[in-house]
């Protein structure tokens, strides 16, 4: 029996370390719609 196939369509990122950063761009290269999410605190108090 063969296991249902399943599709991303959507990919939320919510870090700004290098594997977070190869993902989006590999989720790009496919077609996968893709958000990052950044924390203000941190932007403003590095």
Do not use: F, H, W, Y
């Amino acid at each position: 029996m063969e296991s249902p196939k399943l599709k991303i369509r959507k990919l939320l990122v919510a870090s700004r370390s290098e594997i977070a950063i190869r993902a989006m761009r590999a989720a790009a290269e496919l077609g996968i719609a893709n958000r990052k999410l950044l924390d203000i605190q941190k932007l403003r108090n590095p």
